[in-house]
C-alpha cells in the first residue's frame, strides 16, 4: 500500500503561481496529478515515471505546469504557472505501476487531494 499526501493549494489570482507537492510512503510507480473542476469529471493533468523521469502533460496544462520529482524523499513536485480561473479544481496526487497507463485513467493509488482556486 503505497499512502500519497499532498501539500500546496490554495487560492490565487489569475496569473500568478502556485506549487504542489506529493510525498509518497513508497513509489517506483509513475506519479503525478488528475484534476476535478466542479461539475467535471477527474481529468489527467500532469505524470512522471519513475525510470528515466520522463514526463507528459495534458494540453490544458503544457507550458504552464512542470512536473518534477525528488527520488531520495519519494516526493513529486507540481509548479503551476500562469494560472487561469479554468484551473480551479481539486488535484489528486496518484501512483501507478507505468505513465502511459496513468494517462488512461489507470490509478493504482489516490492521494486525498488539495484544493486549487484561481480568482478572475
Known amino acids: 500500500q503505497v499512502q500519497l499526501v499532498e501539500s500546496g493549494g490554495g487560492l490565487v489570482q489569475a496569473g500568478g503561481s502556485l506549487s504542489l507537492s506529493c510525498a509518497a510512503s513508497?513509489?517506483?510507480?509513475?506519479m503525478g496529478w488528475f484534476r476535478q473542476a466542479p461539475g467535471k469529471e477527474r481529468d489527467f493533468g500532469v505524470a512522471?515515471?519513475?525510470?528515466?523521469?520522463?514526463?507528459t502533460y495534458a494540453d490544458a496544462v503544457k507550458g504552464r505546469f512542470t512536473i518534477s520529482r525528488n527520488k531520495a524523499n519519494n516526493t513529486v513536485y507540481l509548479q503551476m504557472n500562469a494560472l487561469r480561473p479554468e484551473d480551479t479544481a481539486f488535484y489528486y496526487c496518484?501512483?501507478?505501476?507505468?505513465?502511459?497507463?496513468?494517462?488512461?485513467?489507470?490509478?493504482?493509488?489516490w492521494g486525498k487531494g488539495t484544493q486549487v482556486t484561481v480568482s478572475s
Open positions: 496518484v501512483a501507478s505501476p507505468q505513465l502511459a497507463r496513468m494517462v488512461k485513467g489507470d490509478i493504482h493509488y
Open positions: 513508497y513509489s517506483i510507480y509513475a
Open positions: 512522471i515515471d519513475y525510470e528515466r523521469e520522463k514526463t
